[in-house]
């Protein structure tokens, strides 16, 4: 069963930019769909960004012009590099699958922007 290691997150001032990692156990990124989700306190899990296995990528629309997803197949690592960053960004963040498989969620990574 494939699993995800999350990182890169930390705590950024609004308007700040943060570059997320997910490094994945098995040599799936390229050949399978890829997402990054996030889940802030109290609310459900939320899709946040898509990428295909050909590398389309896709947006939910309260990130898109402000996020970029992206993957280095030879590294077996998506990322998400996120720009102009708002308060109502703060979340935890994951990667998976898309769609997700449940067995694959890894710890996430702590995405703080505050003032």
């Known amino acids: 069963q494939v699993q995800f290691v999350e990182s890169g997150g930390g705590l950024v001032q609004p308007g700040g930019s943060l570059r997320l990692s997910c490094a994945a156990s098995?040599?799936?990124?390229?050949?399978?769909?890829m997402a990054w989700y996030r889940q802030a306190p109290g609310n459900q899990r939320e899709f946040v960004a898509r990428?295909?296995?050909?590398?389309?990528?896709s947006y939910a629309d309260s990130v898109k012009g402000r996020f970029t997803i992206s993957r280095d197949i030879a590294q077996n690592t998506v990322y998400l590099q996120m720009t102009n960053l708002r308060p109502d960004d703060t979340a935890v963040y994951y990667c998976?699958?898309?769609?997700?498989?449940?067995?694959?969620w890894g710890q996430g990574t702590q995405v703080t922007v505050s003032s």
């Open positions: 998976n699958t898309s769609p997700p498989n449940n067995r694959s």
């Open positions: 098995s040599r799936v990124v390229g050949s399978i769909h």
């Open positions: 990428l295909t296995n050909g590398g389309r990528p």
